[in-house]
């Protein structure tokens, strides 16, 4: 589950799904190579891979899952195939977003770049308050989360009063109230992905019974 190799001469990253981003980025980059991964160090592989994938790499390469070049599943009947280009194509489109409605994901293989030379800046705090930092950052938790979605409903009809709405909603930073798969291909590709579900995952395993996430409503 936590497994790293490359292949085809180190432009192909082969990751374990248990990993995390900072696993990674010490391993690639230890190689001079970079992948197109999370933006914080502790986010796991899979979801961002599985999501869609905002990166830091993103206007050079685009989302993190169309740097994916294949994937290993295991279905709901216990088989375990490859999803790609060439094999099982139409599984291969549906996991780049489809999140975890259609198997368990046992191995991402990933594209690879030179990673070239890239300028950071880190800012240190003292940890001395952190305990009494943390406790009053949660006391506003309810009335914060209600500002959002009352600003967020706001934002939302302001620009489709003014034309400039565009219908999606990105999956790995989606509220839990909000459903982003209707809205995927500006709602034409919705019916495409619970197909693809209901070939792959015909009683619905994944779908109703994996606990967390967001679903494919039936």
Request: aromatic letters at 14%.
């Amino acid at each position: 589950m936590r497994t790293m190799e490359f292949a085809q001469k180190n432009t192909i990253a082969k990751l374990g799904p248990g990993l995390r981003w900072l696993d990674v980025y010490e391993w690639t980059n230890s190689h001079g190579l970079g992948v197109l991964g999370g933006r914080f160090a502790p986010v796991g592989v899979s979801g961002i891979l599985l999501g869609g994938g905002v990166s830091y790499f993103g206007s050079r390469f685009g989302w993190a899952v169309n740097n994916v070049a294949k994937y290993e599943v295991v279905l709901a009947n216990s088989t375990i195939v490859n999803a790609s280009a060439k094999e099982n194509p139409d599984l291969f489109w549906a996991l780049k977003g489809g999140s975890s409605n259609y198997g368990i994901v046992t191995r991402f293989d990933i594209k690879t770049f030179p990673l070239g030379q890239v300028f950071s800046e880190q800012l240190t705090f003292s940890s001395e308050h952190l305990d009494e930092f943390l406790e009053a950052a949660s006391v506003d938790d309810a009335l914060v989360y209600r500002f959002s979605k009352r600003f967020i409903a706001a934002l939302e009809k302001k620009s489709k009063a003014e034309g400039n709405k565009y219908p999606f909603v990105y999956l790995n930073d989606a509220d839990t109230s909000r459903d982003s798969f209707p809205l995927y291909g500006k709602g034409k590709s919705f019916k495409k992905t619970k197909a693809i579900r209901d070939r792959y995952d015909p009683k619905h395993i994944f779908n109703d019974l994996l606990p967390g996430g967001f679903k494919l409503t039936t």
